[in-house]
């Protein structure tokens, strides 16, 4: 079954008439939407339709060239003005007299809004049905999260051949970025980080100083290539030949762990995890681990920290994102 | 070069943000002010988060709750080392996660039961506030931010120049045989070494075609753009349009401009260019307070009846925590908005017409004023053709 198929049909299992959706992993999911990449979150607003009954997905955009294979009688154009959004989106058969609407995001304006898109329609939440979704495993990200993996890995590699003392974390940054577009990718999961690694910070936001020699810094790369993400981090110390630190003690108690059948929960006593598709694919801690997906997982103790993104298997898990 | 606007505060800049978000909170009856933007987030509180993807970001996200009368926002966040420093212990929190519902939950009882403000929530937090009577963050954001004080002027003013920078760096490489996306890399990398705090948007290096039905499909019978960055190899005669933005000290910059790929600008690009530039002079002659959205539009529009900006954005918008925000002018909301829009000191607005001569391409670049007691300051350096002395 195709995605767009396992969609509806889940759609038609919870009884969702109509999906309008914000978030742009999940037009992603649904249509292999490529439009601009913005940081950060962004207000809810119904920038991608699906709809059941016409097994329809219609997107916010002024072009097909960032959804190849969408007619683009199913797009619908920029606007500033709510009337004009209220208006396409009630044109589009099967919204207006929706029953049933999943929304991934709402805010007080966008209430109004979708009132008058479905004034009938109960709103439910998406999250679990999107959630659904990614667990079905997917040929397409069996082979799109190692793609994007290549990319992480080189801009960590180009990270690590600048860890010397005297280097800023933003220059590093700046050489992560650089590597990812010589792959072809301008967009990542997040912005590279190497930080040190100290009590009471998150390490992902690391200060101005230069780094100095001998200290411990974790590095991380992530990105997003083609709709898919990949990301990993390792330790090492600055140096002008900068050293590898061994694995947290639990990294391969934690490794070990993901197998198929595994719940997220025991995992999450060792380390975090969470699945890697899309963007961040939010697990919750019953879930159970199946073959075929991807899964992120981070450990670290006092003195180091890894995180790599593996694909399940029935037996022991391969770390995509290795060198 | 642009002219400094003040010796730069950040604390002062955080602390009479607030002040205007307490007079925007009392003028509209307003009790808690809550923000799970992090564009708001960081207006209200000055607190940072890893710049991400979408929903990676949206789980990261930091959380402002704003009672009236407080000195200081409870700020909830993973990232305590994003938080200024002078923020008191206890209004500084573990992250909530209000992805989930238990998260949800527990942020919607710290929200107590007067009158909220809430900007955007994903769905688990809209649920848990059930059948609240909610307003909309925008009646206490929009009166507060759109106008800027001269310390959220010179972070907008610094932003562009790093961006200006940066495309010093690029110039040079966009040259036949190169793929456009090493443009971006270099662009990435130099901001970062320039001082960037962070990235805010895929840097567009777009190749224009000659005419729209040589283009991509478009919905509105205009030009298309932006689209992302296509790892294709530069040609000799390409029009590229290019946008970027960064963001300094939670400040977004924003920088048009239209390079020609491998050989000097031609008469009718040059031709394009002076009618672009003048396009924004007509306009600048009535940047000034009282006049409004609609005066500029007037003195922007060419025949009568030609607006030369792409219908579906606008002749000029305003730049502050978001890239694009308050004000708008010439946008597709109407004349009776514009008509509405009165220009204040301390707006800002970026100049993004358009002129497009179909089969012979076009000119876009950006300008970006702030309105003075009795004119404007420039925040942005003058657009120049091809990247004028970059090459």
Known sequence: MS????????????????MLLGREANARTVVDASRLWLAGTRVFSPACVVVRRSRAVHLLANTDAVAPGLPVDRLYGLTWNPETLIAALRAIDGVSNARRVAVDGMSPMARGIVAQIAPEAELVDAGALFAALWAIPDPEKTTGVPRAAVVA???????????HPGATARQLRGLCAEAFASHGVTTPAFEAVAAALGPGASTWLPPERPLEE??????????????????????????????????????????????????????????????????????????????????????????????DVVRITEREPVIVTAA | MTEPICALDLERMRRDRLSKLQDAMEAGGIDTLLLCGQQNVAYAS???????????????RAVVLLERGSEWPHVFTDFPEGVPAELPDEFLHRAVEIETPAGAEELA??????????????????????????????AVLGPAKITKTPDELECIRRAQSINERAMRTVRPLAVPGRPATDLSGAFLRAVAEIGATANTVDPVFQVMPRSVAAGPFSVSDEPVFPIPTARRELQTGDVMWIDTGINLHGYASDFGATWIVGREPDAAERDQFARWQATVDRALQHVQPGATANDLVEAARVDDDHRPWLSYFYLAHGIGTDSAEMPFVGTDLGDAFDAALILQPGMVLVFEPVVWDDGHAGHRSEEIVAVTDDGYVWLSERAELDGGDLR
């Open chain 1, 214 to 307: 001998d200290e411990r810094v974790v590095l991380r790369s992530g990105a997003l290539c083609e709709g898919w993400e990949a990301s990993l981090a390792r330790t090492y110390t600055v140096a002008r030949r900068p050293v590898p630190q061994p694995d947290p003690s639990a990294w391969s108690e934690m490794l070990a762990a993901c197998t198929a059948g595994t719940a997220v929960g025991d995992l999450r006593a060792r380390g975090i995890v969470y699945g890697a598709g899309r963007g961040i694919e939010a697990w919750s801690d019953d879930f159970a681990l199946v073959p075929g997906l991807m899964a992120a997982i981070e450990c670290r103790d006092g003195d180091t920290l890894r995180q």
């Open chain 1, 3 to 18: 995605r767009i198929d396992a969609c509806l049909d889940l759609m038609g299992r919870n009884g969702i008439d109509v």
């Open chain 2, 46 to 60: 000055g607190a940072r988060t890893p710049a991400a993807d979408h929903v990676r970001a949206s789980w990261w």
């Open chain 2, 109 to 138: 009882r710290r929200a107590g039961a007067n009158r909220l403000a809430l900007d955007d929530a994903p769905f688990p937090l809209w649920a848990a506030l059930g059948s609240r009577d909610l307003a909309d963050a925008s």
């Open chain 1, 153 to 163: 890995r080189a801009g960590l590699e180009a990270m690590i051949s600048r860890l």
